[in-house]
């Protein structure tokens, strides 16, 4: 499908040439399940367009595709989708462990750490208590520190 050739165009050298297609392309077939990896990449590439309303969009039309751990890791990489973006992680973490939260988790961790305390209580206030018990572990995590990992490994039955 053409959300793939866009996709691969854009990794090329010269890609800016296909940015006006390919986002041409997403404002008229934004609702494909596929087109997970199209907005990854141009999310990575920081066009001028605003893509806030095209991605929130997708995602949720799209709640179950496992596309959308590409979308929401490429989002933590750009500033102004980090907040949006951290809240969809954290929802993700909330859930049962897996190799795309695992993912999700390593993408948000330099995030969480890179924010001011302050940001961090702010955002904590707005989480519910599920989602507040998913940043805790993001928040807490050092490198090679296995306690705060407990939320992505499986629980042995005893």
Same mark, same amino acid.
């Given at each position: ?5 866009? &996709?691969? =165009? ?8 296909? !940015?006006? *297609? @390919? %986002?041409?392309? #997403? ?46 890791? &490429?989002? =933590? ?8 973006? !951290?809240? *969809? @992680? %954290?929802?993700? #973490? ?65």
């Amino acid at each position: 499908m053409l959300n793939g050739v866009y &996709a691969q =165009l854009l990794k090329v050298p010269g890609a800016r040439r296909y !940015l006006a *297609r @390919a %986002l041409a392309f #997403l404002e008229q077939n934004g609702e494909l399940s596929d087109n997970h990896d199209l907005f990854a990449r141009l999310i990575e590439m920081q066009p001028d367009y605003d893509l806030n309303s095209l991605v929130r969009a997708w995602l949720d039309k799209h709640p179950y595709d496992p596309g959308r751990y590409s979308v929401i890791g &490429a989002l =933590l990489t750009h500033p102004q989708f980090k907040l949006i973006a !951290l809240k *969809r @992680a %954290l929802e993700e #973490l909330a859930g049962p462990p897996s190799a795309q939260r695992r993912y999700l988790f390593a993408m948000a961790v330099p995030v969480v750490q890179a924010m001011a305390t302050s940001e961090v209580r702010g955002l904590a206030e707005t989480l519910s208590p599920r989602l507040n018990k998913s940043l805790q572990p993001l928040v807490n995590y050092q490198r090679g520190s296995d306690s705060t990992l407990k939320i992505h490994r499986k629980q042995r039955s005893q």
